[in-house]
């Protein structure tokens, strides 16, 4: 089993799964096929490789939504063991608990974790590009500010594995709604040709928590592309799959 570190604080543990695991099958965290004796197998191999267990994490049915709500322990195993009892149409979520971790699906969209060091919160965002020109980023993390009272100078952000710029290709339809967003946006895409566009989707998931007050200092960005790393990710572009890797965290 591979998995990739987001090495913050001692304090919370935080990783992308990849495709590698402990057998010759891709290590697929979605129920989104109809192997679901296999994915809940791997589930419990990630489980048991984390010293936990699936009544300990907790999922979504991810809809491209800006939808996110608080969890916390008791709402641990939701969306583990089947889609049946998953919490349905949120694509964040945060929690004040320890020892629960948040799950983030993904494919090309952009995992985004943050934690909150003043207030002990930590969040789950999966912002594909409908996420991100609706910025789901700046909503959950202002109403961690806002809300939860945190502290934008200790809010510490993850933009995980995802598409990178130089492969992320995007026509009219996309780039007009780009456009509107709620800040000048004309730095994050370039013209390709006379029909598409090339669009830097983790530079502007950035540039919603730098607008919130997030110190640059305190954000990191993975440098994995999961077109050009195909090895380690699973692509939806590339590959037109339904797995899923994971990007989870949890506080200790």
């Not at 679901?36 to 979504?60: F, G, P, Q, S």
Request: charged share 30%; glycine share 4%.
């Amino acid at each position: 089993m591979k998995l990739i570190p987001w090495n913050c604080f001692d304090e919370i543990e935080a990783y992308t799964t990849t495709r590698i695991g402990n057998d010759d099958l891709p290590f697929n965290m979605s129920f989104n096929d109809e192997n679901h004796d296999i994915v809940l197998k791997h589930r419990k191999e990630l489980a048991e490789y984390l010293d936990t267990d699936l009544n300990h994490m907790v999922a979504t049915i991810q809809k491209h939504t800006t939808n996110f709500l608080e969890v916390s322990l008791a709402d641990g195993g939701k969306g583990m063991y089947s889609k049946d009892d998953a919490l349905d149409n949120y694509d964040a979520m945060y929690t004040k608990d320890k020892d629960l971790y948040l799950l983030s699906f993904h494919a090309d969209c952009c995992p985004v974790l943050l934690y909150c060091r003043d207030q002990k919160i930590v969040a789950a965002i999966h912002s594909g590009w409908k996420g991100t020109v609706n910025e789901i980023v700046g909503k959950v993390t202002k109403h961690l500010i806002e809300k939860e009272k945190c502290d934008p100078h200790e809010i510490y952000a993850y933009i995980g594995p995802s598409i990178e710029e130089r492969n992320f290709e995007a026509k009219d339809d996309i780039i007009d709604l780009v456009k509107k967003m709620s800040f000048d946006t004309t730095a994050f895409y370039t013209k390709k040709d006379k029909n598409s566009y090339l669009l830097n989707s983790k530079g502007l998931i950035q540039q919603q928590l730098l607008n919130l007050n997030v110190k640059k200092e305190n954000i990191t960005v993975s440098p994995y592309c999961t077109i050009e790393n195909n090895d380690l990710f699973f692509s939806y572009r590339k590959e037109k799959t339904i797995y899923r890797n994971i990007t989870i965290i949890k506080r200790k």
